[in-house]
């Protein structure tokens, strides 16, 4: 039960918000088979972000994980990593990504991502740094269980939980398309 996991939240500075909240956590965790989180013991929710490519860290440890506050109004298309777009998450490339499109990243992709971390890859090695997933293997975990939670429908009130409804990228208003010549 996901009850088990500590949260400790600080406030974050200047105008970033936190956007995955203790709640949006526990949910989930509840998704997926407890073996995948069972080493993770605490959550955080802090500002130490430096800057915006850095959006979640696991500790030397690897049974703490932290997610990042960010500015109120961004594009994470440069923390995209291969294989993925930004209208996955609910937003348009080139454009500023809506709150419930910055959430579902956060949650779907990076939490997942620092989950990877937590992963035994080699357990009877004697090195730390070669017993746990490392970046490749971290971000192949984020996009198989994303996959996997998104692709049966998850009853909830929040739309962060499941994957962008078409009416989410047809809301934007449309943008005038520019050519350059080459």
Not at 50 to 58: A, F, K, S, T
Not at 117 to 136: G, M, N, P
Request: charged content about 25%; overall charge positive; some cysteine.
């Amino acid at each position: 039960m996901p009850s088990q996991v500590r949260f400790s939240a600080s406030r974050p500075g200047a105008d970033r918000v936190h956007y995955v909240s203790e709640e949006d956590i526990h949910v989930v965790l509840t998704r997926l088979p407890s073996e995948l989180w069972q080493r993770l013991r605490t959550v955080h929710l802090n500002d130490r972000s430096c800057g915006p490519l850095r959006l979640g860290y696991v500790n030397r440890g690897r049974c703490e994980i932290s997610i990042c506050a960010l500015p109120p109004r961004m594009s994470l298309t440069r923390a995209l990593r291969k294989g993925l777009t930004p209208e996955q998450f609910g937003a348009r490339r080139g454009e500023k990504w809506p709150s419930l499109a910055i959430r579902r990243f956060m949650l779907y992709n990076v939490f997942l991502h620092e989950l990877g971390h937590l992963q035994l890859v080699y357990e009877d090695t004697r090195s730390i740094r070669l017993k746990f997933a490392r970046e490749k293997l971290a971000q192949e975990f984020a996009m198989q269980w994303c996959g996997e939670l998104w692709s049966r429908p998850f009853l909830h009130p929040d739309p962060v939980h499941n994957p962008p409804a078409p009416e989410e990228l047809t809301a934007f208003p449309p943008h005038a398309i520019s050519v350059r010549p080459l």
